[in-house]
């Protein structure tokens, strides 16, 4: 697979990197690390993001991060996208193109000509690396430094579930490759904007227990979001903050929008919160899930995910 991908890439001359909406250090180190590989061998490149206002800008330190557009170029050969488990996380309208899907989800729907998966890889960041690996394509530094900044940001810099000798030995290779491990962490980690802190704190000060303190909720209001200045980017893995806290093994966001609630769950090694996302359409990983539901008051919401979570997950009587 990791040939036939490489060969359908080099056939094509102008290529579209796609990430996906909302999208996170992994869906963006990926597209950054291919873009510079792509480019040095005289590809014509795009790389495009539908939600562009969305960019989490802590990871504007890679090169390459300002030429992402949220406009497609009127004629290209190809589509490659990375860490979209679905079409729709595309933000693109359907057509007849050529495809590579790059992935990590086990609910990717293998929507491509050439479908790349590999459910057992903690980043979309590590089947990059393989892909170049198993093609012995050299790696310029400023691709290196986006594939550690995939790995670490989908990991939690090697803390979360899924982490194992691969993420370390490819880290490590990518050391050897001029990365610094420091920079990256100081440029991620302390870049926080004010209004996320604020969002955070009014978390800490406002979340709820359920079931015995088992489970950790927090509701983001439009109104609350809108007093501290955030929007949903600014949310992005703030619940496992709850999850740290002793006894709590499920933690839920929901996120108010216009259009919808938008629902996160984390949860420890024993619980299985893929299996709620499921239930929706949503996608996601055993301990780190999420989706949206329409047309529903977050209230609402909220007792219904809890419901489910009693019966189908934490299995209370
Ligand atoms: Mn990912």
């Known amino acids: 697979m990791y040939k036939e991908a490489w060969r359908k890439i080099k056939e094509a001359d102008r290529i579209v990197l796609l990430s996906h909406i909302y999208p996170d250090g992994d869906t963006i180190g990926s597209i950054l690390a291919l873009f510079w590989v792509l480019k040095n061998s005289g590809k014509r490149v795009t790389l495009f993001n539908a939600t562009k206002s969305e960019l989490p800008l802590e990871f504007k330190f ?28 595309l933000g693109i309208e359907g057509g007849d193109f050529e495809l590579v899907n790059i992935d990590h989800h086990k609910s990717n729907q293998k929507f491509g000509s050439i479908n790349l998966v590999e459910p057992n890889f903690s980043s979309t960041g590590l089947v990059i690396y393989r892909l170049f690996e198993e093609n012995r394509v050299k790696i310029p530094k400023n691709s290196a430094y986006a594939l550690y900044t995939s790995i670490v940001d989908d990991t939690g810099f090697f803390s979360y579930g899924g982490v194992d000798s691969f993420a370390f030995k490819t880290a490590s290779k990518l050391i050897d490759l001029g990365v610094s491990p420091e920079y990256i962490a100081r440029k991620i980690r302390g870049n926080e904007p004010l209004c996320r802190v604020r969002l955070r704190a009014y978390m800490l000060s406002s979340f709820d227990l359920r079931f ?24 992005k893995n703030i619940i496992h903050e709850l999850l740290n806290i002793a006894n709590v093994k499920i933690a839920v966001m929901l996120l108010e929008t216009d259009e919808y609630i938008k629902v996160s769950l984390r949860s420890d090694e024993n619980y299985d919160v893929s299996k709620i996302s499921e239930l929706y359409g949503g996608g996601g990983h055993k301990r780190a899930a999420g989706f949206e539901v329409a047309s529903k008051e977050m209230k609402d919401v909220e007792t219904e995910i809890l419901n489910l979570l009693s019966t189908k997950v934490l299995n209370v009587e």
């Open 212 to 235: 015995d303190a088992s489970v950790a909720v927090i509701s983001f209001s439009k109104e609350v979001l809108k007093s501290v200045g955030a929007t949903r980017k600014d949310s």
């Open 62 to 89: 890679l090169d390459g991060f300002s030429k992402i557009q949220d406009k497609l170029p009127n004629n290209f050969d190809l589509l490659i996208s990375c860490d979209c488990s679905s079409f729709d996380r």
